[in-house]
């Protein structure tokens, strides 16, 4: 151990973000939800909220990540199938019908097309009357992970990269309770990465988005407020608590070294989310206790906000019965056993401490070498993230077949017992709805209107100005996700 023991809410805030950590506020249950249309995903919300979620986040369908209308041919078979569909302000609005915008917060997993479902959210606040000062959320915008794990990117590397900053700078001006970024290393650690990856590679690429926002005249003060971050929480239990640690500590320095931030400035704020790979279609029933001891994890590990994965989600989204469940799990963990009495309770613990030393260091190890290949774009341009991903899943996966790890259940204590989990299927004829309904929105709008606000918005690219005015008038006269992505 290094010796440091420091307090709660202090610098470089190892034991959490805040003095009193969950004896002042817990953590935020934030399930995260999207299915068919957004009249069913809005029902879904408002069935949560319910239970006793407090704050909302949405799951996209593929298309609407990849900036494909529901129309479009390569659209086929995947609308509303993995999340909701929302290509034009209409969707958007029946997305957040009758909830009340101003009073909770809204997290949108989104990345590529992230200017455009923003620009859906302002123009449906507007509408409504309601003020950007009260707007209170998380738009992903981390597009460098895309290329690195999940694939879900349009556009080439440095440009994408100038969008996610245009939202940056956008938010830092009109939006001031906006998360601008949430940078994540969950879907890297998803792909395979360690957990000393997951920190390393998160931190550089939050270090490119800070850099690059700070050239374009971002003020530093509404930078550091705003980030914000998004970590797997796995299966090593103790491991995982100390890497929410040593990620917190780490850029802490960073923030206040590389980028000059005010120490005051420098809390790394994150939301966590169970691991969605170490979910098994054998035995589900299984992972509501690998789901419990990962929330664990994360609370102990100072999260802000947690989603935990429904046990069904091996075989398909959630069901009504599991998606309850998975909040039930959060509660139970929040109101029952106690764990909110202490700010940091494995502060001290030696083989915390030691575990939190150790995955800093190796991921300032990291952090040199993405440095030394010119920063985190060259690191996703060149492969070394890619690559380096790759090497440790495919060790991972060698373990598992000698032997060496075992999965409960898969590889170990295994039964011929069938499966009686009820597994919600997608819905064909929603599909065909959600397209109809598109097709028909697209018809009402005012055309020359529509045309007019798209041609300004391609001259603003053209420009290279910021594209978040031009993409709201867009989105305001009806132009689609499609029309805007292409």
Not at 298 to 316: P, T
Request: charged share 25%; glycine share 8%; aromatic share 8%.
């Amino acid at each position: 151990m290094n010796g440091q023991i420091d307090k709660p809410g202090e610098f470089p805030y190892t034991r959490g973000v805040h003095p009193t950590m969950y004896r002042g506020k817990p953590w935020t249950i934030r399930q995260y939800s999207g299915m068919d249309d957004a009249n069913k995903t809005n029902e879904r919300f408002k069935l949560l909220l319910e239970q006793g979620q407090t704050g909302l986040s949405t799951a996209f369908d593929l298309p609407t990540q990849m900036g494909l209308d529901p129309d479009d041919h390569l659209s086929k078979g995947e609308v509303g199938s993995s999340g909701v569909s929302v290509a034009i302000i209409n969707d958007m609005e029946n997305l957040l019908q009758g909830l009340p915008l101003d009073k909770l917060t809204l997290s949108m997993t989104i990345n590529a097309t992230a200017q455009i479902l923003l620009s859906f959210l302002v123009s449906v606040a507007e509408k409504r009357g309601i003020s950007k000062d009260f707007l209170s959320g998380t738009v992903q915008n981390d597009i460098l992970k895309e290329y690195i794990a999940r694939g879900c990117y349009i556009y080439p590397v440095e440009p994408a990269i100038k969008i996610s900053v245009d939202v940056i700078e956008y938010c830092a001006k009109y939006l001031p309770s906006w998360n601008f970024i949430s940078v994540s290393g969950y879907h890297m650690r998803e792909a395979g990465s360690t957990a000393v990856q997951e920190v390393a590679f998160t931190l550089s690429n939050a270090l490119c988005y800070m850099e690059n926002a700070i050239k374009r005249g971002v003020d530093r003060t509404a930078l550091a407020k705003r980030v914000s971050f998004f970590f797997n929480s796995h299966n090593n239990f103790f491991e995982e608590i100390a890497k929410f640690r040593a990620a917190r500590r780490l850029w802490a320095r960073l923030a206040s070294e590389r980028l000059g931030l005010p120490k005051d400035l420098c809390k790394l704020r994150f939301h966590a989310q169970t691991a969605g790979v170490t979910l098994t279609s054998k035995q589900p029933h299984n992972n509501l206790i690998r789901v419990t001891y990962q929330v664990l994890a994360a609370a102990l590990g100072g999260a802000q906000s947690i989603h935990a994965n429904a046990f069904d989600e091996a075989l398909g989204l959630p069901t009504e019965d599991s998606a309850k469940l998975a909040i039930r799990t959060q509660q139970i963990l929040q109101n029952e056993i106690g764990i909110r009495d202490v700010a940091d309770p494995f502060g001290g613990s030696y083989v915390l401490e030691d575990l939190t030393d150790r995955i800093e260091s190796e991921a300032v190890d990291y952090i040199k070498k993405i440095d030394g290949v010119g920063g985190a774009i060259r690191a996703v341009e060149t492969k070394f993230y890619q690559k380096e991903i790759e090497r440790e899943q495919i060790k991972f996966q060698k373990e598992i077949e000698s032997g060496a790890s075992h999965v409960v259940g898969v590889t170990k204590y295994q039964n011929d017992e069938k499966t009686t989990v009820k597994i919600r299927k997608p819905d064909l004829e929603c599909q065909r709805h959600v397209i109809n309904k598109f097709l028909g929105n697209k018809k009402k709008r005012d055309e020359s209107k529509a045309e007019k606000h798209l041609s300004a918005l391609k001259k603003t690219a053209e420009s290279g100005a910021n594209i978040l005015p031009s993409t709201i008038d867009c989105c305001k006269s009806g132009v689609t996700l499609g029309e805007i992505s292409n």
